[in-house]
């Protein structure tokens, strides 16, 4: 990390101090932020793709391989780090 990074990180945690949140739940919202931005991308890059009219059913992972479109099931990581941010 660096020094400006470090910096970041005490000013980040100083305001959300300011705003009475405790480090703990500061970490619990960095992983959360984390989470859904990962998935954000995989999904707007066509990695992820849901099943249902709206595309709000089960997760897949996707994947051209060799002229063949590959698909299998994975983890719903959105709707898990979802209901995290509820309980916080």
């Not at 859904?36 to 009219?53: F, K, N, S, V, Y």
């Not at 063949?68 to 709707?79: S, Y």
Request: aromatic letters at 6%.
């Amino acid at each position: 990390m660096t020094k400006k990074e470090a910096a970041r990180e005490r000013e980040l945690y100083a305001r959300m101090d300011r705003a009475g949140l405790t480090p703990d739940t500061t970490d619990q919202l960095l992983r959360i932020e984390r989470t859904l931005h990962r998935w954000a991308e995989r999904e707007c890059t066509g990695e992820i793709e849901r099943d249902g009219p709206n595309a709000d059913g089960v997760p897949y992972y996707s994947s051209p391989e060799r002229g063949r479109h590959r698909m299998f099931r994975i983890p719903d990581r959105e709707r898990g780090a979802l209901r995290r941010l509820d309980r916080s």
